[in-house]
């Protein structure tokens, strides 16, 4: 599977994690990959098991029972230049500023998730997600990494 | 013992431990299951028609196709679960629906070889293509490969087993015709108990003894043949001495065995006990031989088939005046089983049965475990490195952070040479304590991963993306591997595109109090991480600093501002403003940062 620019929301301001969840799981549903509940079983699992991935991204998907709503495989990216903090506790500051909602079924769509991976193992590479200008900026520069 | 066991491929392993470990073995496969053999043995004592308690012509469609179909498949299913997991259980199953299909018996036997061996072939099917497969194409190798294989064994099974089957049933069946014709019916018993275990009984009883028991009933009214093999004499005994002097979950689980046994007439559900331990068959054997002798003796005998074996079905089967006969036939071989199971049993004591000897192992391991210090990483020393085969990352569901985590571990395996540890990842539930296992999950996940599998090496990490645990890990298993770690592995954010670091000189640190990183439309997102990744440099290192994120617009002109952003901005900046000390950086790793920190108070 590919990242699709309508999968992409730039410039984003949200005031806690649970918005940044809930616009990576509307972009989701939008898309037709997930039903509704899939959303809140994205933020469940966030409560649950943090995820934030550090580096500033965070990869917010269901709980296993939440699976169940998955319709087809999708990545939706939103960018939050102020950023917005995924940490439990006022002390820890898990400022992300890229935020990944996924949706995978059978797998499919680990090939993406290993690029995003890698490429964001880089700091100066997430930053330069957080400053994208455009969504096909972002899928091109996804792309810089190839297996 | 159990360390024999726990250490298998040590050379000297006894007989005695072989033998009891494939007993183990195969009572693991049926033990999961009674639950199912308990399921078709309530339905077909309740509603055989004629016959059951509640005769239904109904309900009792169920019988056949559940001990022809639903029991092999089963425990071809475990069987083959038991050897390779999941998915030595989907091939058990296939390959299993090959044995049941070529023959006419039910196929437990067959189940039993055809489960284990699915499992086996998709082990090494799977050791040898698994690491070779491209991302992205697992789903489709994993079904694909399991399928066909599947599909392979099923055909061979129905080829093969059907025949093999039926000439072991042939030769029990001629067995026991030849001891029917030379007048020593006891010793009909030798064959048919070990049949029975083997799971053959009905080929036997319906087969043989049934039908010449028939014709000897239509001529005198009753038949010692029906008694042959539904006497549930010599199981009940066995169980019994389980009861008294078993261990373990076989102890415990003996009295409800006994009476679903004795009363439902399910024999099956004893045969996993003497599969626990073979000798168990000189008891049934010896309690079968002088249970018929009594029945010969005291001429009992049946009007008909007792089907199912139980009690009650025998006593009402019995004519009158033979009662005495049949009760002191079924006692008899009761005691006598039950004697020499208890003596087998008490003589083993020092021998654990299966369920302590499975117990006793983790016991052991957990000792070593224990004596080798906590399983944390931080005192994980390189030398259990050694033993590390695989790495499994594990999260909640397998879906995300867990598979990000394991292609950044495995591209960093491929960079120092290290592609040979194979890099998975699954949901924590799925994980299985086994051999050689490094799992690395979140800090939240590490204690369920420890319960699932206490003796791998367990690393939890706070940050899937940069942990230094990844490269503690390469290293780790490169020290294993007695090989010089080579540059390859060195983490990215050591591999810094450095700018000459002069300008950091011209900066007065003695009057900075506040660092503003600049935001403005292009660069807002890189100015947000920099504050942050800035600020905690910092704290760490104890400097108070006040590091902020601000506009261009909104910047204080003051010599105690470091104004720190990109060069072009940098140069923006200085037309406008002319106090604030200002420095420019290349990206978020330049060195000129970790100055910066170095200095500031």
């Known amino acids: 599977m590919d990242l699709q620019e309508n999968m992409i929301l730039l410039n984003q301001s949200v005031p806690n994690k649970t918005a940044a969840i809930r616009l990576a799981g509307k972009l989701l549903v939008d898309a037709g990959c997930v039903e509704p509940e899939y959303v809140d079983a994205m933020i469940a699992r966030d409560q649950d098991v943090s995820t934030y991935m550090g580096n500033f991204i965070a990869i917010p998907h269901g709980t296993d029972e939440g699976k169940k709503h998955i319709k087809k495989t999708g990545i939706s990216v939103v960018q939050i230049p102020m950023g917005v903090d995924f940490s439990e506790d006022a002390a820890t500051d898990n400022t992300v500023t890229v935020v990944f909602g996924i949706a995978g079924l059978n797998n499919e769509h680990l090939d993406i998730l290993s690029q995003i991976a890698l490429y964001c193992s880089n700091i100066d590479n997430v930053a330069k997600l957080a400053d994208a200008q455009s969504p096909k900026e972002i899928i091109d520069l996804l792309k810089e990494v190839e297996n | ?601």
């Open chain 2, 1 to 601: 013992m159990s360390q024999n066991t726990a250490t298998a491929d040590k050379p000297k392993t006894s007989l005695k431990a072989k033998v009891q470990k494939f007993g183990t073995f195969l009572s693991g496969m049926i033990m999961p299951n009674i639950a199912a053999i308990i399921a078709w043995g309530l339905v077909t004592a309740l509603f055989l028609n004629p016959g059951g308690w509640f005769p239904s012509p109904t309900f009792i469609k169920l019988s056949a196709p559940m001990l022809s179909y639903l029991l092999p498949l089963l425990i071809g299913y475990t069987g083959g679960k038991m050897v390779d997991d999941e998915r030595g259980g989907i091939v058990g199953g296939i390959a299993t629906i090959g044995a049941v299909v070529g023959s006419s018996v039910p196929m437990f036997l067959g189940a039993m070889i055809m489960g284990p061996l699915g499992g086996w072939c998709m082990k090494k099917i799977d050791d040898m293509f698994q690491a070779k497969i491209k991302s992205g194409f697992e789903m489709i190798y994993n079904n694909f490969s399991a399928g066909i294989l599947g599909m392979l064994l099923a055909m061979l099974a129905q080829v093969v087993v059907g025949p093999f089957v039926d000439a072991g049933t042939n030769f029990m069946a001629s067995g026991v015709d030849w001891i029917i014709s030379i007048h020593a019916l006891p010793l009909a018993n030798l064959f048919i108990e070990p049949a029975k275990i083997l799971f053959l009984n009905n080929a036997i009883g319906n087969g043989i003894l049934v039908p010449l028991g028939i014709q000897t009933a239509s001529k005198v009214g009753k038949s010692v043949l029906f008694l042959l093999e539904s006497n549930p004499g010599p199981g009940i005994g066995v169980l019994l001495a389980f009861c008294f002097f078993g261990k373990g979950s076989a102890k415990s689980s003996a009295p409800g065995a006994a009476i679903i046994q004795f009363f439902g007439g399910i024999h099956e559900i004893y045969f996993p006990y003497i599969m626990m331990k073979p000798s168990l068959f000189l008891a049934v054997m010896a309690g079968g031989v002088s249970g018929t002798f009594t029945f010969q003796l005291l001429d009992a005998g049946l009007k008909a088939a007792a089907s199912p074996g139980s009690i009650i079905a025998v006593l009402l089967m019995t004519p009158k005046g033979s009662y005495v006969g049949v009760i002191a036939g079924v006692l008899v071989a009761a005691i006598v089983s039950f004697l020499i199971s208890a003596f087998i049993l008490k003589r083993d004591k020092s021998d654990p049965d299966a369920d302590d000897f499975a117990g006793q192992q983790a016991a052991v391991q957990e000792m070593k475990a224990e004596s080798k210090g906590q399983t944390n990483t931080a005192s994980t020393s390189t030398l259990d490195y050694k033993d590390v085969q695989k790495v499994i990352f594990a999260c909640d569901a397998g879906m995300g952070s867990s598979a990000m985590g394991a292609s950044l571990l495995r591209d960093k395996f491929k960079k120092a040479g290290l592609e040979n540890v194979p890099v998975t990842n699954m949901a924590v539930r799925n994980l299985k304590d086994e051999p050689g296992l490094l799992v690395v999950t979140q800090k939240e996940l590490s204690e369920r991963a420890q319960q699932k599998a206490p003796h791998a090496i367990d690393v939890s990490v706070d940050n899937f993306m940069n942990s230094p645990r990844y490269d503690e890990i390469v290293a780790n298993l490169k020290v294993a591997s007695q090989e010089k770690i080579d540059d390859g592995v060195q983490p990215t954010t050591q591999a810094v595109n450095a700018t000459p670091a002069s300008d950091v000189a011209e900066i007065n640190f003695d009057l900075v109090a506040e660092i503003d990183f600049i935001h403005h439309d292009q660069h807002t997102g890189s100015a947000t991480m920099a504050t942050s990744l800035l600020k905690e440099q910092l704290a760490k290192a104890g400097k108070k600093t006040t590091v902020k994120r601000v506009s261009i617009d909104d910047v204080a002109d003051e010599t105690d501002r470091l104004v720190i952003s990109t060069p072009e901005t940098i140069k923006n900046l200085k037309s406008r403003y002319t106090n604030v000390q200002a420095l420019a950086v290349a990206d978020l790793q330049d060195k000129k940062l970790s100055e910066v920190v170095k200095n500031v108070k």
